[in-house]
């Protein structure tokens, strides 16, 4: 059974490489690596079933399987079968969105080429919200839940993998009676705005147009 469950597990991940899965849990420039370690399980599968046919041809009847193995296969098999798909808006709700020294950056792009990511660093680098108030804004991400406040529009940063990520989100002042679902994908067209919360004045996005999206075939941002 261990040579099923090494080629199952390998095929899990030639083919979630291959098919894009790994854009939903790990950053790209590790993908390669990924199948390359899918092609060398499937070689040892195959490795392991001739020495196993070797084996049962000098002392045949031999066929017990390990249970541990067999459930190892089925575990693969579910994987195969069922896709992944994360929920960002919970898993952004036990990260810390602290993003240390990459915050201390400045960007000289149009208002309305900047991404939610670029928007982030640079209100973090310089957070003074007259700066950017009536810049145009052209974003997308997910609804990101706030336990405390209005839900934000967010996106998740990582490194390496989800693992590692680190969520980052923009304040949005949503339209009148509209209410936005976690983990849903928006693009929205406004302008930076300003607004005061607890006596502090913080930058927030002015709806203008708002249109749901699918989840981007790489939703997750280096």
């Known amino acids: 059974m261990r040579p099923i469950a090494l080629a199952l597990w390998g095929l899990v991940l030639v083919v979630s490489t291959l098919s894009g899965r790994l854009e939903l849990l790990l950053s790209g420039p590790f993908h390669p690596l990924v199948?390359?370690?899918g092609v060398v399980m499937l070689a040892m599968a195959l490795q392991q079933a001739l020495e196993i046919s070797r084996s049962n041809n000098r002392r045949p009847g031999d066929r017990r399987w390990n249970r541990g193995w067999v459930v190892s296969a089925l575990l693969a098999v579910t994987v195969l079968v069922v896709p992944p798909n994360p929920s960002f808006s919970d898993l952004a709700s036990n990260r810390s969105s602290e993003l240390g020294q990459e915050a201390e950056l400045d960007f000289l792009l149009p208002p309305a080429q900047r991404s939610l990511t670029d928007w982030v660093?640079?209100?973090?680098?310089?957070?003074?919200?007259?700066?950017?108030?009536?810049?145009?804004?052209r974003i997308s991400g997910f609804v990101l839940a706030q336990g405390d406040g209005a839900p934000q529009l967010g996106r998740l940063?990582?490194?390496?993998?989800?693992?590692?990520?680190?969520?980052?989100g923009l304040p949005v002042r949503w339209p009148t009676g509209y209410q936005p679902q976690a983990d849903q994908w928006l693009a929205?067209?406004?302008?930076m705005g300003v607004e005061s919360v607890g006596g502090q004045q913080r930058s927030v996005v002015l709806v203008e147009r708002l249109r749901p999206i699918p989840r981007p075939a790489r939703p997750l941002e280096p």
Do not use: K, W
């Open 121 to 137: 660093r640079l209100l973090r680098s310089q957070p003074d919200p007259e700066l950017y108030q009536g810049d145009a804004v």
């Open 35 to 37: 199948g390359l370690s």
């Open 188 to 191: 929205i067209d406004g302008e």
């Open 157 to 168: 940063l990582v490194r390496c993998c989800l693992a590692d990520a680190t969520p980052i």
